[in-house]
């Protein structure tokens, strides 16, 4: 299992457990953690899975690709390490990730 910390607008720090190759936005969805609407179900066509990476996490998570940098055109308030939750594949090398959630998705 890998662990995930999602930490909200407000500071609220929300720590789950998912399976290696599982997305964050489908640990995210399991575990009901607010903050990700995921309303296309993981197909990388909405937007509303935005998550900020923190920054100890960017070097093994990487930039977003291609598809996915289109898709955060869409995103409200884009930053430097924003990533689509579920373009990001977990692995055991991530486990312990923190992401944070924007304020409001879409």
Not at 11 to 20: I, L, M, N, S
Not at 86 to 104: E, F, K, M, S, Y
Request: aromatic content about 4%; overall charge negative; some cysteine.
């Amino acid at each position: 299992m890998t662990a995930v910390t999602f930490v909200d607008a407000a500071g609220t720090a929300r720590t789950v457990e998912a399976e290696a190759g599982s997305t964050v936005m489908e640990a995210a969805i399991r575990n009901g953690v607010p903050g990700i609407d995921a309303e296309c179900g993981g197909a990388c066509a909405c937007a509303t899975c935005h998550v900020y990476v923190e920054e100890a996490w960017w070097d093994r998570v990487g930039p977003p690709g291609g598809m996915e940098e289109d898709m955060l055109d869409f995103a409200s308030d884009v930053q430097p390490r924003s990533r689509l939750s579920c373009q990001i594949r977990l692995t055991p090398d991530l486990d312990g990730l923190v992401v944070h959630t924007p304020a409001r998705q879409g």
